[in-house]
């Protein structure tokens, strides 16, 4: 957790905030997300004070590029004893989290100080619903404290309503992932990259691959050579690692897998 792991453990820094709009983002990638959203929030009510939470180091990172906009402070465990701590910090005057991340304690201890807690961006697959389903009990304690759930598409809110959560309580809005915006750099990157790969040549992207992964993707493309598209291969770490060694099946060495991330 490096120098700041107390975070995680509720004993979190004072914000200056007063009543903070409390938004979680787990990681890097649902920072990206809701940062469209937060710049437009901001717009639109600038005395609105933000505090802005995340779990990981690289979520951190992305939220530091919000400036003056949030204040970020990392997400505390869910112990009852750290989030009442953090909770006892901050006093937000709501919960909005980004995806499906529905912590027990994070929840109870809302619901005990009657703070509403919204659900960006919620997704339920049909797996997940049935298996929720077999322990209809442990799901209505843990769904009680949603005030909203702001569903990706119509099936999540289906879902969620088959599992008792009422149709009042169910919007679908779409995925915010589709809202991010790029900016002409990065724009002008993409092109010269689909420049460099070829125009009209098909690329598969194998993104946020882990150790032993990447030798699975490469066994899979071995068996399209000779087929007559072209296919050009990606492979992507999800963070921020040092090279490692590709191996072939019989272990020899095939190559070098560094970070592509900018």
């Known amino acids: 957790f490096g120098k700041r792991w107390a975070e995680h453990l509720g004993r979190t820094p004072a914000t200056g905030q007063e009543a903070p709009l409390w938004i979680h983002a787990v990681s890097v990638g649902e920072t990206l997300a809701i940062t469209p959203f937060i710049r437009a929030l901001k717009a639109e009510r600038p005395e609105l004070p933000i505090l802005l939470t995340t779990t990981t180091r690289t979520g951190a990172e992305q939220a530091a590029k919000l400036g003056d906009l949030v204040v970020h402070r990392y997400a505390p465990l869910d112990y009852p004893w750290a989030v009442s701590a953090f ?33 960006l961006n919620a997704r339920l697959s049909e797996r997940s619903c049935q298996r929720y389903a077999r322990f209809q009990g442990a799901f209505d304690a843990l769904s009680r404290p949603l005030t909203h759930l702001l569903c990706q598409h119509q099936d ?8 008792g959560i009422g149709r009042e309580r169910l919007a679908v809005t779409g995925s915010i992932k589709f809202d991010i915006q790029f900016g002409d ?30 030798e699975q993707v490469l066994q ?3 068996k399209l050579k000779g087929q007559p598209v072209k296919v050009s291969k990606t492979l992507v770490e999800r963070k921020e690692e040092p090279p490692r060694p590709v191996v072939n099946a019989q272990g020899q060495q095939t190559g070098t897998l560094i970070n592509v991330i900018a």
Do not use: Y
């Open 185 to 214: 750099e990065v724009q002008a990157r993409g092109r010269a990259l689909r420049q460099q790969l070829g125009q009209g040549r098909p690329v598969w992207i194998a993104a946020s691959t882990h150790q032993g992964e990447d």
């Open 220 to 222: 899979a493309m071995a």
């Open 156 to 163: 999540d809110a289906d879902r969620f309503h088959r599992l």
């Open 87 to 119: 909770l006892s910090t901050v006093k937000p005057r709501a919960l909005w989290v980004m995806e499906t991340e529905l912590w027990p304690n994070w929840l109870a201890a809302c619901e005990a100080r009657h703070l509403p807690v919204t659900i």
